[in-house]
């Protein structure tokens, strides 16, 4: 549904800051119907890169394709009618206050040429679907943050997009609204049979609400892939950023071995505790981590202190990853070796 | 007291003429300072729809007219005024001047309000296609409206006091009719009931500017 090809996007430069690659050669696709996230550190190109996705930036190279259309080639005006159909979402909501909740809804329609009597059904209904519809005649400023993005989602929903753009769109918002404003777009996204492009630095929210996930650093692909997938990779900077790994310098000195193990769904955590204590007969503590349900299944990184007779421990681990559990001895010595990852 | 008589009808059409003249050139001073502030807005760098030659041009233009003493400008305007008019004396003759000066403190005032509105709200209308002409329609104007409605008042203001000097040189009005009775034949309490009415007629004009911006705005 939305296919970038090697995008490059260069800001000339400006009095004395030089030029600034902002995306730096991306290729992405997003499935249909599927809710992609994209995170990655403040600066690094997220929402220059959700706003190349509409053309409010057009690209300095690479192509954009939306619903099969290829964007970067279209005349000005094909590209206007294009947006109709890609709705976004912004982190400050962007509002018009001399309109009222339902007025702004009705903006996108009266801008398509949609007659009065129409806009005035098509605002009500949305109000209504985002839970809004006792409030059609409050301004923006007599609602609360979470209110106003559920109006600014009715209103990017107006046209009926196939596609739905949001920078940002909970940063703003505190954690009750934030969880009001993600339940109602995978609602909205189930209902409508939406594809979303959610830009965040806020993992919890792509952990909430994702698909798939693409990790961005200075402008590039760093990782990406659906999340059910990259959470079972044993190294792979997404998850890292995803499911912080434990940090290891705290449990130094005190004896036994230390233990990584990458919890999925298929190789839970009971199955090295059963071969570890079970069957080796070892002390067993969880010297930190943690285990979530991400996507439907649950995942997580562990770091287990396993203490008593060693003797037969290389052996069983060669077992566990053979039959696909992820564990891994930390050297004791390398300290670089056990913190890699837990500086994201 | 006995001249009362005679001053009353003077007064009265002294008034009348101030009225007229501020009247006119508040109304064409809004259909051509707001166009011209929109212009400023769009076509700067960076705007909806740069044009950097042109917004330099104009800036250029209109920081002329705003630096100008009002006094030369109506003396520099005088032929402009006769080819119009066909006179530089008389009510509305001055309208000429009062126009000129007017319209590039407008256009100023119409431009900090333009920019004011965040520029995401732009962009939010952009993203549903809106056309240039659309952004400007119902996204700045709108936006702006109390801002826009404060900034004319405020120029509106500035033409009663410019009314006074074309007044003087020969525009009629209140400004004439104070210097003619009030200051030439020494008679103060002429001078400060032209004052008062003048003060009542910006007062009046500010107090409905403020009520017409205060009740649009929703923020
Ligand atoms: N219009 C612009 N002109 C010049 N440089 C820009 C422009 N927009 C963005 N940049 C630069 O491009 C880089 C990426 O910016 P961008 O806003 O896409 O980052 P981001 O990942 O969204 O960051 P944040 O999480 O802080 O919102 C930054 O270095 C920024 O300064
Ligand atoms: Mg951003």
Redesign the interface.
Known sequence: MIDLHDVRKVFPARGRSGEVVAVDGVSLRVAAGEFAGVVGPSGSGKSTLVRLVNLLERPTSGSVTVDGRVLTELPDDEVRQARRSIGMVFQHFELLDSRTAAGNVEHPLELAGVGRAERRRRATELLDLVGLGERADAHPGQLSGGQKQRVAIARALAGRPKVLLCDEATSALDQASTTGVLELLRRVRAELGLTVLLITHEMAVVKAVCDSAVLLERGRVVDSGRLSEVLTREHSPLADALLPAPLTDADAGHGGVLLRVTVTDRTPETVVLQTLIGQLGLAVEVAGGSVETVAGGRYGRLLLRATGDLSRLDGALRGLRDDGVLIEPIPRDSGAVATAGADR | MSDWARVWPQLLEATWETLYMVGVSALLTVLLGIPLGILLTVTAPGALAPRPLLYRLLGLVVNLGRSLPFIILLVLVAPVTRGVVGTTIGSTAAIVPLTIGAVPFLARLVETSLREV?S??V?????????RR?VVR??LL??A?PSLIAGTTVTVVALISYSAMAGAVGGGGLGDFAIRFGYQQFRTDITLLTVVLLLLIVQVLQWAGDHWARR????
């Open positions: 965040a995401g709200k962009e939010a209308a952009l993203s549903m296609g809106a056309r659309d119902t996204v709108p936006e409206r649009l705005a929703h923020a």
